[in-house]
C-alpha cells in the first residue's frame, strides 16, 4: 500500500515538472508554481519555484512566492530567508516585516515578533498593513 502511494506521488510529480523538462519558459514555469500554491499543492509549488530560480528568475515575486511557500510547508527559517532578501525594495518592507513578524510567532520568539510588527505598523506603504500590524500588536500586548 504505502510502495503505491510513492509510486503515484512520483508519477504526479514528474507529471508536474513535465513542462519543465520539455523546455517552458521561466514564466511558465513561475506560474505553474503559482497556480500549485493556489491549489494548496505546496511542495509541488516549491519544485516549480525552485526551478524557475535554478534557471535564473530571481525576481521580487518569486522570492515573495517562495517565501510563503516555505512558510505553508512550516520551514520557517528559510522562510524568513526569503523574506529578508526583499528588505530595502521600495515599498515591501511594513509587509516582509509583518511577514517576518509571522514567522517569529510560528517559531515563538514573542519579542522578534513585536519588534517586526513595530517595523511593520511604522514603515508600511499599506494602511491596511499598518493595520494589520497595529491589531496583531495590540492582542499580543494582552495576551503575552
Known sequence: MYRS???VLL???LLTLMPLALGATLN???LRGVHEFRAGHYSI???AFEQARQQGLDTSNLHYDLAGTLFRLQRYEAAAQEFRA???IPGLDGLIHYNLALVALKEHRIPDARRELR???TQSDSPQIADLAGKLLS???IIH
Open 45 to 47: 509549488a516549491l519544485q
Open 5 to 7: 502511494i510513492q509510486r
Open 28 to 30: 511558465e514555469v513561475f
Open 86 to 88: 526583499l528588505l530595502g
Open 139 to 141: 492582542t499580543l500586548e
Open 11 to 13: 508519477v504526479l510529480s
Open 119 to 121: 517595523l511593520a505598523e
